[in-house]
């Protein structure tokens, strides 16, 4: 779950939230995700490349080789193809391989703002089938809150978007407890992501379905908030969890996975080795390539990171840090870290 591809930073809302202001007032008055769309839709194919590059390199360098590349910044027809577009032209760029979803219905685009129902219809009728006929996404992922798109919008996004063959995830109960975990069980989505507000009725739905929940304690964390995804609950009752930094500009600019463990850990209160494998083998079947990497076995593409720790527990215990020294995809070895531990290194062994 990533949102990789955008223009610049929105540090001013970073400094609106610190004196009070919440994410929502900012949405609500223009900034949020409306100000980075205007920034997408104002910026040529190659300039939405060049930015998003070194993001990606930042990814490789924490040990992150494949990962999920949402659109979602563009909300009409021609800045959705062109997010898309950039999307495929970067899995040639750098070694990361990314994994496409189309997010149009992420906010109602400013020119809709008086008839939401008119921007579903653009997006059930136009560019929907655009991107599918392009073959430019995997699968279709919508921001599922009243604020944004309500379960008879989102219901209808999704229905157009099964039946062009694009599979379903998307953003639950992250903000209100909205009903959107029950409409991705019935719809038989890969993943539901957030999950913050979800109650006890939702995860013994989850339990029962397909679905992976993909948990963001990084969005929770930079937003100041303190309402964490319940992992425990969901993790006792049979529901595969996984993990992922929610890499965007607004909410939870991080990529280093390594910090996402740590708060899954002690905000989520998962062990190391359950946080470990949410973000390896969980995160691989939630992407649908569980059958490919996610694990050290025989057959499998080898995607490998090193760390340079003496005990797998170290990863989330010294926060903050890079323990990433080499990383392979695909067996060949794409990034090399050659400075030398110092003698002071928490990891550091003769």
């Known amino acids: 779950h990533a949102?990789?591809?955008?223009?610049?930073?929105?540090?001013?809302?970073?400094?609106?939230?610190?004196?009070?202001?919440?994410?929502?007032?900012?949405?609500?008055?223009?900034?949020g995700i409306l100000s980075t769309v205007r920034k997408v839709r104002a910026a040529t194919q190659d300039e939405v490349i060049q930015a998003a590059i070194p993001r990606l390199w930042a990814f490789l360098k924490h040990g992150t080789t494949t990962l999920e590349a949402k659109s979602g910044y563009g909300l009409d027809l021609e800045s959705e193809i062109k997010m898309?577009?950039?999307?495929?032209?970067?899995?040639?760029?750098?070694?990361?391989?990314?994994?496409?979803?189309?997010l149009g219905a992420h906010e109602i685009p400013p020119e809709y703002r008086d008839a939401p129902q008119g921007y579903v219809h653009t997006l059930v009728h136009t560019i929907l089938p655009e991107v599918a006929r392009r073959g430019l996404a995997e699968y279709c992922d919508a921001f599922v809150e009243p604020q944004f798109f309500d379960l008879a919008a989102a219901d209808a996004v999704f229905l157009a978007a099964r039946e062009l063959g694009l599979k379903i995830r998307l953003h639950a109960d992250q903000l209100s407890r909205s009903g959107a975990t029950r409409l991705g069980v019935r719809l038989g989505a890969v993943s539901i992501d957030h999950l913050e507000q979800i109650g006890e009725e939702e995860i013994r739905l989850m339990a029962r379905s397909s679905a992976t929940a993909v948990l963001l304690p990084g969005s929770v964390y930079h937003l100041g908030r303190t309402l964490y995804p319940p992992a425990r609950r969901l993790i006792d009752a049979g529901v595969p969890v996984a993990l992922a930094t929610d890499f965007n500009p607004g909410s939870s600019p991080v990529w280093n996975m390594q910090m996402i463990l740590s708060l899954a850990c002690t905000q989520m209160r998962m062990t190391p080795a359950e946080a470990v494998v949410a973000a390896t083998m969980n995160g691989a079947c939630a992407l649908g390539r569980g059958d490919r990497c996610g694990s050290l076995e025989?057959?499998?593409?080898?995607?490998?990171?090193?760390?340079?720790?003496?005990?797998?527990?170290?990863?989330?215990?010294?926060f903050g840090v890079n323990h990433c020294r080499m990383v392979f995809k695909h067996g060949r070895m794409i990034y090399q870290n050659d400075c030398a531990m110092d003698s002071t290194s928490p990891s550091h062994r003769a």
Not at 6 to 25: D, N, P, V
Not at 89 to 96: D, E, F, V, Y
């Open 298 to 318: 025989a057959g499998r593409q080898a995607d490998v990171c090193i760390l340079d720790v003496s005990d797998y527990r170290e990863i989330p215990y010294y």
């Open 3 to 31: 949102h990789p591809v955008f223009m610049e930073s929105r540090l001013q809302e970073f400094e609106q939230r610190i004196l009070g202001r919440s994410y929502e007032e900012i949405a609500a008055h223009g900034g």
């Open 84 to 102: 898309l577009e950039a999307i495929r032209a970067l899995n040639g760029l750098t070694p990361l391989e990314l994994v496409p979803t189309f």
